[in-house]
Nanobody
Framework: QVQLVESGGGLVQAGGSLRLSCAAS????????MNWYRQAPGKQRELVAT???????DYADSVKGRFTISRDNAKNTVYLQMNSLKPEDTAVYRC?????????WGQGTQVTVSS
């Protein structure tokens, strides 16, 4: 059983920054690729950023150059640093991991960017 708990969301003005955290339970954290997704009302879920166990990263085009994903294996935590936020970044952000073919999700954290 894997548990993921996100934190760090909130309300921020356009151009501001937030850092999201996702704390994972268990000792498997360092072995798996971690993902951040987001979903805005009425829109499909979007894969925002990915970090592999070797710390390779990938980003959606919409956030490249503004968001940075990182991980701290000692703390079983993955981060999403979000800079230059835009109103269109408003969404619920959730972290996710696939372990042995099973997808695990956190409960999500709301990010709201005001114009």
């Amino acid at each position: 059983q894997v548990q993921l708990v996100e934190s760090g969301g909130g309300l921020v003005q356009a151009g501001g920054s937030l850092r999201l955290s996702c704390a994972a339970s268990g000792s498997i954290f360092s072995s798996y690729t971690m993902n951040w997704y987001r979903q805005a009302p009425g829109k499909q879920r979007e894969l925002v950023a990915t970090i592999t166990r070797g710390e390779g990263t990938d980003y959606a085009d919409s956030v490249k150059g503004r968001f940075t994903i990182s991980r701290d294996n000692a703390k079983n935590t993955v981060y999403l640093q979000m800079n230059s936020l835009k109103p269109e970044d408003t969404a619920v952000y959730r972290c996710s991991v696939v372990v042995r073919g099973i997808s695990y999700w956190g409960q999500g954290t709301q990010v709201t960017v005001s114009s």
